[in-house]
């Protein structure tokens, strides 16, 4: 199974970026797909997360700015992120939880955002 990210960039503050993450095959059991991310010289944050019945979550700073979504056989899911701020830097990853304990990451994808 792979997991594979995409759409990351450089953009300004202000500026949208929609990211993908692609599962290469179905994994049984999925219980949620979510994102997180890793700013230089800090450890990995959690971001946004979809359950298998389609609860979301979030993080307090992207309420509001980002919407994750998925399709219905958990093969995909996109974060939606809008006015960006600098502090959304870092490189963003695709977690895929299987039976709650699991987790499937992918290789990572970086968004830059200069003010």
């Known amino acids: 199974v792979q997991v ?5 960039g450089s953009v300004h503050s202000g500026e949208s970026l929609r990211l993908s993450c692609v599962v290469s095959d179905a994994i049984f059991g999925t219980t949620a797909m979510g994102w997180y991310r890793q700013a230089p010289g800090k450890q990995r944050e ?3 997360i979809i359950s298998n019945v389609g609860l979301t979550n979030y993080t307090a700073s992207v309420k509001g700015r980002f919407t994750i979504s998925r399709d219905r056989d958990q093969t995909r899911t996109d974060l939606e992120m809008s006015n960006l701020k600098p502090e959304d830097t870092g490189v963003y990853y695709c977690n895929v939880r299987v039976s709650h304990t699991i987790d499937v990451w992918g290789q990572g994808t970086q968004v830059t955002v200069s003010s």
Do not use: C
Request: glycine letters at 24%.
């Open 46 to 48: 959690f971001v946004a």
């Open 4 to 8: 594979v990210e995409s759409g990351g």
